[in-house]
């Protein structure tokens, strides 16, 4: 993306410069240090003035486009990137010109790269040969894909981890403003000394692709491609979210190495943890009353609708759609806070419909296709006759962002495969107050 890329360059140029003239207060101006560190900020200060010619060309162009066609286009990009690394033959080191040629010529993809392409390669007659602008990075399209495509994660807050272990100092209490008198002062509120101590997860997808298929047949995969990566992403933030078991809260035994649920506890290993739930099979199972019996299980937590939201199975849904206190979004108005997957509120609290919530009589267990549950609400692998429904406060949990998605390419010469690559480094953690609790479950039903 040009606009971080030019970022990254402008903060690299002023760590080499302040380098540099701590280099010149040691050194003379013609010693081999200086020299070096001379000629790397001018390297960069030269990528640094096409960075940004390329992006005020890229702005010019696409000035006219609509919000959507500046989507649809950025898409095709971001084909042209998993195309492009699929054109390098990793063992000889070569290209393939004529195959990638071939697919950049076509009018979809052309149409893109003239959109976003630089015009002084277009004015000089290069246009349609490739000299054009050609991504080397994802477009933000792709990343606000993945953000649009999750529901129950997209209601935490994201914060950037600046280092792989990141310890953020926060004060879980409430701090309120006293009174004073003109000209005067208050006591002072110093920041408690806790800490959340933030550890970067890697979770990563890799797409193989048989060295018997031919690069011209892969084109027409490549929407299908870029659409795997997106799901996958979303899907895997999506149930460690809600089915995060970092310390076997919710399981009876611990998950495999490779379930993305067991780096970090999630929406119902918390609840678990802090005994907040309500015993459904014990008053009627899925009931309206019980559900606002989770809300009253969070005391303080539970008051405000718009910090809340339930967490729900489709079955269970349908029934809600009978409550007297079920609101069709209709229903609600123009001014309701609406959030992706949201089909209605009970008592102005959103509610959330998810596959990743447990079902009952699922024989097996899985990141995606969650088993069901025993009588106590813990998978057992013995009993699963049960599932469960969410309530949660989103001002509990946040995630942070250490790494976006990257892709790698890799060829296995042992299969003769290549493998498309995806990965990212994050992490979820609970924010609250550890004598409060923002999650609840109603289990048992």
Known sequence: MDKEMIVALEKSISELTGTLQSKMSKFDETSHEV??????IADIFKELTERKHQFDVQKALTANYSKEKKAELETRLDE?????ALCHNVDTKQFDKNAFERMI???????????????SAMQTGDAGTGAEFIPTAFSSTLYEEIWLNLEVAQLFGRIP???PTYKLPFSPGRMIAKAAVEGGTVTKVKGKTDQLTFSAQKIMTISELTDEMDLDSIVPMLPFLRKQVIDSFALAQETMAINGDKDTNIYSVALSGEDCRQLVNGIRAHAMAKGKKVDFGAASGFTEANLRALRSSLGKYGKKPSDLAYIMTLTDYFKALAFDGYQKLNEIGGG???LNGELGKLDGVPILVTELLPGAGVATDAADAPGGLNASGIWDDTVKTKTTCALVNRNGFLFGDRKSFELEMWRNPLNQATSLIGSQRLDFQYVGSDAGAFASIGYNY
Do not use: H, N, Q, T
């Not at 020299?35 to 790397?40: D, H, S, V």
């Not at 010529?105 to 015009?119: C, L, M, Q, R, T």
């Open 35 to 40: 020299g070096e560190l001379k000629a790397k």
């Open 80 to 84: 042209i990137v998993l195309f492009k």
């Open 105 to 119: 010529k076509s009018p979809v993809y052309a149409e893109a790269i003239k959109a976003f392409g630089d015009v």
């Open 161 to 163: 981890m600046p280092a």
């Open 336 to 338: 309701a806070v609406r």
